[in-house]
């Protein structure tokens, strides 16, 4: 060992939060100051006498000098104690102002919220999503961008949105993920196509082989399709989004496939029907997804809290 090592001791190693009294330690040093005694500064920091006698008694020995003289008459700081205490306050000072830096940075974070979600979560379960948390956080300016699963995917990683919404099979890379729910994609046509009228199901590869109104690719209703059968005929028209496709069936264009979600209401209605289909499962995850490594927070922390209630 070094002679200046020796002369540096034990005290000098370590890490400056071995050294250094914490900031409740600190507080609790200016309250004896302000007020004189050991028991009024515990109750104005909010501990019991014995808990703040032990942490002045810790913090003594951590600086290995004595700072606080205890009398009956009350409680005076030694000479040492009082520099201390003058360190204290601006180590105190500090930390006020961290603490307002940290919070001013926390309250622009939560002053907005950028969704992106791929066009059936957008359409069919986000409204109620994002109506719920405006109860919760009224002053919170959300922005919601609709697009395929793999638009969603590029706004997040280029911090153009802060939470997103998929619907494909695999979950883009660079991106975490959670499942939020379940999804069933079905075959519906107009009342008077073909298949609407027939009494047996349509075997997939009779689905595969035939045009269909589809979303464009990079949809997750197209991927889910595409990987289902193995492969799509070309498409009879190519449409992007879930409201156009719909009104397509409707109007008699041909056969769609959409999510369950989506047509409720003309299925009940009778403007669309469900056509069976044998030997294919078109069940599929929705997803809500962010950068990997980078947990929501704030806003988009809530709104997926939301989601999986």
């Given amino acids: 060992m070094s002679n200046t090592e020796e002369q540096a001791g034990p005290s000098a190693a370590g890490s400056l939060a071995h050294r250094v009294p914490d900031l409740g330690a600190l507080e609790l040093l200016l309250a004896v100051a302000r007020v004189g005694s050991l028991g009024g500064a515990a109750r104005e920091i909010g501990i019991t006498q014995p808990a703040a006698s032990s942490r002045i008694r810790s913090m003594e020995r951590q600086l290995g000098v004595a700072l606080v003289d205890r009398s009956p008459r009350g409680s005076r700081l030694t000479d040492a104690g009082a520099l201390v205490t003058d360190w204290a306050r ?82 883009p890379t660079g991106l975490d993920s959670v499942v939020i729910a379940h999804d069933r994609l079905i075959v519906v046509t107009a009342p008077g196509h073909p298949w609407g ?76 029907v469900r056509v069976p289909v044998a030997g294919v499962a078109l069940a599929r995850d929705l997803r809500a997804v962010w950068p990997t490594g980078h947990r929501p927070t704030g806003p988009a922390r809530d709104l997926l809290s939301l989601t999986r209630d």
Avoid: C
Wanted: cysteine-free.
């Fill in 90 to 171: 601006r180590i105190v000072e500090a930390a006020e102002a961290f603490d307002a830096g940290a919070q001013a940075l926390r309250d622009r974070r939560d002053s907005r919220l950028r969704v992106a979600a791929s066009m059936t979560i957008a359409e069919y379960l986000l409204p109620g999503w994002l109506l719920a948390l405006r109860a919760q956080r009224p002053d919170t300016a959300v922005s919601l961008h609709a697009g395929n699963s793999t638009v969603v995917a590029e706004r997040l990683l280029s911090d153009e949105a802060d939470l997103g919404f998929v619907e494909g099979l695999t979950v």
């Fill in 197 to 272: 009228r027939r009494g047996r199901p349509v075997a997939a590869g009779e689905l595969a082989s035939t045009p269909l109104i589809l979303r464009e690719k990079g949809s997750g209703t197209r991927q889910v399709l595409d990987a289902a059968l193995g492969g799509l005929a070309r498409p009879l028209i190519e449409l992007s989004s879930t409201t156009a496709v719909k009104a397509a069936a409707v109007s008699g264009a041909g056969p769609a496939v959409l999510s369950e979600l989506a047509v409720g209401e003309e299925l009940a209605m009778r403007r669309l």
